[in-house]
């Protein structure tokens, strides 16, 4: 299927993937920040993707659907998308070696070629803050059956340090990406009964620090600082958008 009649931003991303973002390094570097919150994400998705059995199910991206296996979840069907040639190739030949057979089609999020109502889940690990936001999430209500459900992992744009990240490692993202901003996740709680769970304050500066001390994520002061996070969240929630990341899980309105 032709990913035709797209944007010029979507043509950019598209090149942009083609040719291949450096992440390695970058996700090394934060592996030591991210191991808490990767275990709870684990405890989210196995709760939340019991939805998806037997359902009819779309992965915005093709590359994060392997949580599906990981958990033992069998759609009824299982579509990825990708606007990049090269990621949808790299789906492909995973999906290969898996009991689960995605159907990979090229398209652009930000203009679904699905009917109204088709989907019970849709879903996406670091998807919506390369696409034009608002239109990717009016798509996704459109395609969603009414009280279909979503699932996404995304960076937020507040972060002074994720800021400075950003701008000290151009090459690990593309130059239109926009992490989620406060109108996003307005316009989330606005389409969907959202839950929000918000990763990475204290833990990204003492994730640094914790990489030059221990060679090990699983240590005492990221499971401290992991504590420290949680009971900010808890505790002072205007502090949440200053977090690094969040999960987004809800049913559509």
Known sequence: MEADNISERSERERQAHNEGLQRTGYYSFFKHTRYHYIQRQKLLQKEFFQCANGKQVLELGTNSWSVLERNEIKPASLYGINISEKELELGIQIAETTFLSPRFLLMDANRLAFK??????????????????????????????????????????????????????????????????????????????????????????????????????????????????????????????????????????
């Open 116 to 253: 109204d109502n088709t989907f019970d889940v849709v879903f996406g690990g670091g998807i919506l803050h390369h696409l034009d936001c608002i239109s990717a999430l009016d798509e996704v209500c459109r395609v969603l059956k009414p009280g279909g459900k979503i699932f996404f992992v995304e960076p937020l744009a507040i972060n002074p340090i994720a800021k400075l990240v950003r701008w000290l490692t151009p090459r690990v993202r593309t130059a239109d990406e926009q992490p989620l901003r406060f109108r996003d996740l307005k316009a989330i709680k606005n389409r969907f009964h959202a839950q929000f769970y918000y990763e990475e304050l204290l833990s990204v500066p003492f994730g640094v620090l914790s990489k030059l001390l221990f060679k090990d994520p699983a240590n005492w002061l990221m499971s401290l600082v992991f504590t420290i996070d949680l009971a900010l969240d808890r505790w002072i929630p205007p502090l949440r958008y200053m977090y690094r990341h969040v999960v987004i899980t809800g049913s559509k309105k």
